[in-house]
């Protein structure tokens, strides 16, 4: 649907001023005209089976004029609208209102309750709770409870063509209605939330995959940095070295021995920034592996300059007996203890701890800082995206965090890939007084990997040299 140009008077549609506007989960017309086709078959079946082999007295006349509204409907859709149409959030809405209204009619016309075809007025609400938003969920499931109450009450009784009255007992009767009832409403609230999570799971899902493509293309770009840096050096010199000779033939010829020395410093300047730029990627194995420290301090370096103290205990000291192990340069635990250390930086008070330490099995990497921790209520979800809606205080404070756990989940994700085990905890007693409390107080996330899942095996160096057969 177009928007409506500024300024101009093009009336609105009234559904969109009530909240039912458009969303991206948007239902495909042609889904919704193969249902109706398979519910324009069922019906037509089974009013011929009643008649034809139960000598069940229908008026056939009006029964099939109800279903042919329906196939009227399917036909005009089809020619009207192509077939890869998507509909918005109010056209969903109408088109199923229109077949619970319809089934609603077929039911007046075949006893109502009595007729056990009756349960498949869910059908229509059901699909509500998966496709659309609350609102119109919400309205179809009270006109499904209000036309099944109708239909109830009146309706052209069933009857052989004998005369007899075919009808359950009261009681029934009650029972059937009700059962269709609360089926509407449990079947809606069920359908809706597990629409909602696998939808929640879809949209952090994808910026999990923007996140790790991001940090990918900065992985991919300093190696060819790197590569241009080292593929530039030769002629740069070379262009050095003849405008210094040049330089120096034209010493009696001032006005052109200053075109060849500015071509010398230029030659120097871009040298220089191709030096630095290469400091950002470097080549080779250093490219693909590093030793776990310098992973550690590479992803928490965007967060040095943030106003809170940063304290690594990397095993990085110099004259230390057992050798750092050298780890996969993967993007993927880079950007994920990034997000760690980013969360931890955004609810401490003052101080963050990184520590690493390794052992024969694992490698492991603990973030904590002094923070008030994670809320007792939700330590056993987090890492769960969307988990918390975002407060006005949090976001007055921290204008950078999201505050639904959607920067946790992505770490969780992405280093659960590499082979990662993480834990969420708190480092406090909740009984401690303030002054009683430790320095390292608040949130503690710990990130253990199995050295075999991410350890890079010891090489000599540029590696051994191999005899080449001409």
């Not at 869910?122 to 109708?150: D, K």
């Not at 300047?269 to 730029?277: G, H, N, Q």
């Not at 809606?389 to 959607?406: F, Q, V």
């Not at 992505?410 to 280093?415: E, G, H, P, Q, V």
């Amino acid at each position: 649907m177009s928007q409506p140009a500024a300024g101009s008077n093009a009336p609105t549609d009234p559904l969109d001023s009530m909240g039912f506007s458009g969303r991206g989960d948007w239902v495909r017309l042609r889904t919704l005209v193969l249902l109706r086709w398979t519910a324009i078959l069922g019906q037509a079946s089974a009013i011929y089976v009643a008649w034809r082999f139960y000598a069940i007295d229908l008026d056939l006349a009006v029964c099939f004029l109800v279903v042919g509204a329906a196939v009227v409907v399917n036909l005009a859709a089809g020619f009207a609208f192509p077939q890869n149409t998507r509909l918005g959030e109010a056209a969903a809405m109408l088109t199923l209102l229109f077949d619970t209204s319809q089934l609603a009619l077929l039911l007046y016309f075949t006893g109502g309750l009595d007729n056990p075809f009756a349960l498949l007025m869910l059908a229509p609400a059901t699909i509500a709770a998966t496709a659309l938003q609350a609102r119109a969920t919400v309205l179809l499931g009270l006109v499904t409870i209000a036309l099944v109450t109708l239909v109830a009450f009146v309706h052209v009784p069933l009857r052989t063509r004998s005369g007899d009255v075919i009808a359950v007992p009261a009681v029934f009767g009650f029972g059937f209605w009700l059962a269709i009832v609360i089926g509407v409403v449990f079947l809606g609230l069920y359908a809706r939330r597990v629409a909602s999570e696998i939808r929640l799971m879809g949209d952090a899902l994808l910026a999990t995959q923007m996140a790790l493509a991001r940090e990918q293309k900065l992985t991919d770009l300093g190696g060819v940095i790197a590569a241009a840096a080292h593929e530039l050096g030769t002629p740069l010199a070379t262009i050095k070295l003849a405008s210094v000779e040049l330089a120096h033939d034209l010493a009696d010829r001032p006005e052109l021995r200053s075109d060849a020395e500015l071509i010398r410093d230029q030659a120097d300047r871009c040298r220089d920034i191709l030096r630095s730029m290469g400091r950002a990627g470097k080549v080779d194995q250093h490219m693909r592996s590093a030793p776990i420290s310098m992973i550690v301090r590479e992803a928490a370096e965007p967060h040095l300059g943030r106003g809170k103290a940063l304290h690594f205990d990397l095993g990085d000291v110099p004259g230390t007996s057992e050798p750092q192990p050298h780890v996969q340069r993967k993007p993927e635990i880079i950007h994920g203890l990034r997000n760690l250390v980013q969360n931890a930086v955004d609810f401490a008070r003052a101080e963050v701890w990184v520590d690493a330490d390794w052992s024969d099995r694992d490698i492991t990497v603990v973030i904590a800082d002094d923070g008030e921790g994670f809320p007792a209520h939700l330590l056993g979800r987090i890492g769960d995206p969307y988990l918390l809606r975002r407060r006005e205080d949090a976001a007055e404070r921290r204008p950078e965090y999201d505050g639904m756990g959607l920067g946790l989940f992505i770490a969780k994700t992405l280093l659960e890939r590499t082979g990662a085990r993480l834990s969420f905890a708190n480092a406090f007693d909740p009984f401690l007084t303030e002054d009683e409390r430790p320095a390292r107080s608040g949130a503690v996330v710990t990130v253990r990997w199995p050295r075999e899942r991410i350890e890079v095996p010891k090489s000599g160096g540029l590696g051994e040299n191999r005899h080449i057969v001409i």
